[in-house]
């Protein structure tokens, strides 16, 4: 079993910053993928940035410059910077764990409840 703990949403003004974390509580499994995803009003969900184990990123196009991912293995932590926030940028952000249970090939995918971000104009 897998948990995900998610924090650091909230208001902000355009052009301000936020800082949300995501925390895997995990037994018997080793998490090799974290990311964030998020969905705005009306919109499908998409994909933010990701980061493996190995310290590999991905950035979706309209966020690059502006958000930067960051991990702690140890902990099985996922950050999120954002800078310069955008209205555009409003949306349910979820985070998002690739797991593999010890000794297995299994492989199950796990989210968050997710967290409101809101950019004021």
């Known amino acids: 079993q897998v948990q995900l703990v998610e924090s650091g949403g909230g208001l902000v003004q355009a052009g301000g910053s936020l800082r949300l974390s995501c925390t895997a509580s995990?037994?018997?499994?080793?998490?090799?993928?974290m990311g964030w995803y998020r969905q705005a009003p009306g919109k499908q969900r998409e994909l933010v940035a990701t980061m493996t184990s190995g310290g590999s990123t991905t950035y979706t196009d309209s966020v690059l410059g502006r958000f930067t991912i960051s991990r702690t293995n140890t902990k099985n932590t996922v950050f999120l910077e954002m800078k310069s926030l955008k209205p555009e940028d409003t949306a349910v952000y979820y985070c998002n764990a690739d797991a593999i249970t010890v000794g297995t090939s299994r492989r199950t995918t796990y989210w968050g409840q997710g967290v409101q971000v809101t950019v004021s104009s």
């Open positions: 995990a037994s018997l499994f080793s998490i090799n993928l």
